[in-house]
């Protein structure tokens, strides 16, 4: 077996892309979504007919042109997210706007939205992942649609105290960001590369899940936004890892042996302390790098939604 289909043997895997072909190709459980993919994909010409119809959707509702052009990109999200669905077995994961990531209310009221526009189209709540920032509100907001019975996926987490929240939270899933804390401290060290057991991205997702191992927490954790498959093939055994398509092709090509990295049952702490919101917000504060990323993956996602936002204004 080549390293892929090993690793399929420990760790259920995610698609991390829009493209439906890559989808097909790799055909994971779940597959994910966020504004940089959704960008990508809406600049394919087999995603036109898909922009136009989110476009006339949203010209039939009454706002101003940026209350359509959100309801739009909301549209071809959940249009995409559709016809992932017809392709894999598990959930999509779709974002809610950054731009709502501090305010609570609003992120709940987003999420309702998208799920109501799953349900037009067919696809039902089982099958979607509500992506949410994992900011202190984007959490709060996460433990009511939770209780609401809308399972979320907490993304741009960069610490164990974000972690920690999430799982107090009952969020049915996170996403650590390995590559992005890897790029971090690559910029901030001066060396060139990091061995992947010495790769503070792979040890904090590793530290992660022997937390909630320990404290038997169901929030499932899934390793996201990877560099190179070393990283990935040093959380083999992690409940989830959501891959880009290029290095799931390069996991396939390689014929070595792979052996599972994580294991639940480690030893580690079983002290389970619920995280309030003063320990959260000056626990991520004094966290350079975490501090740094959640802000910064914010800005990023923020920026690319408004290009799409841009891309659905443009004369056809």
């Not at 790799?26 to 990508?40: E, R």
């Not at 996170?174 to 901030?188: A, C, E, N, T």
Request: glycine fraction near 6%; hydrophobic fraction near 40%.
């Amino acid at each position: 077996m080549n390293k892929l289909q090993q690793l399929q043997q420990y760790t259920t895997l995610v698609a991390d892309t829009g493209d439906i072909e890559a989808i097909r190709k790799h055909q994971p459980l779940d597959a994910t979504t966020n504004p940089s993919l959704l960008l990508k994909a809406a600049q394919l010409p087999q995603y036109r007919p898909l922009l136009q119809q989110a476009i006339q959707f949203a010209r039939q509702h009454n706002g101003s042109n940026a209350e359509q052009l959100q309801l739009a990109c909301d549209k071809l999200a959940t249009l995409i997210g559709r016809d992932i669905t017809g392709i894999i077995k598990g959930r999509v994961s779709t974002e809610v706007d950054a731009r709502l990531s501090f305010n609570t209310r609003a992120t709940i009221e987003k999420a309702r939205q998208l799920i109501q526009l799953y349900q037009t189209v067919g696809v039902d709540a089982s099958r979607v992942y509500i992506k949410i920032a994992a900011t202190w509100e984007g959490i709060r907001a996460a433990r009511v649609l939770e209780q609401e019975g809308i399972a979320c996926n907490l993304t741009l987490l960069f610490s164990f105290e974000q972690a920690q929240a999430c799982a107090d939270a009952g969020a049915s899933l996170i996403s650590p960001f390995v590559g992005r804390i890897y790029d971090w401290h690559l910029q901030h060290s001066g060396v060139t590369s990091i061995a992947p057991q010495q790769d503070p991205g792979v040890q904090s997702v590793q530290r992660i899940f022997r937390h909630y191992k320990n404290c038997g927490y169901n929030t499932i954790i899934m390793g996201a936004s990877f560099r190179t498959t070393g990283q990935i093939e040093a959380l083999a055994g992690c409940d989830r890892l959501t891959i880009s398509p290029a290095l799931l092709d390069e996991l396939s090509q390689d014929n070595g042996l792979l052996q599972p990295a994580l294991q639940a049952g480690e030893p580690g702490s079983s002290a389970c302390p619920a995280m309030d919101e003063a320990t959260f917000r000056w626990a991520l504060n004094a966290d350079h790098m975490a501090c740094d990323k959640l802000a910064e993956g914010i800005r990023l996602f923020a920026a690319d939604q408004h290009k799409l936002e841009q891309q659905l204004d443009a004369p056809a």
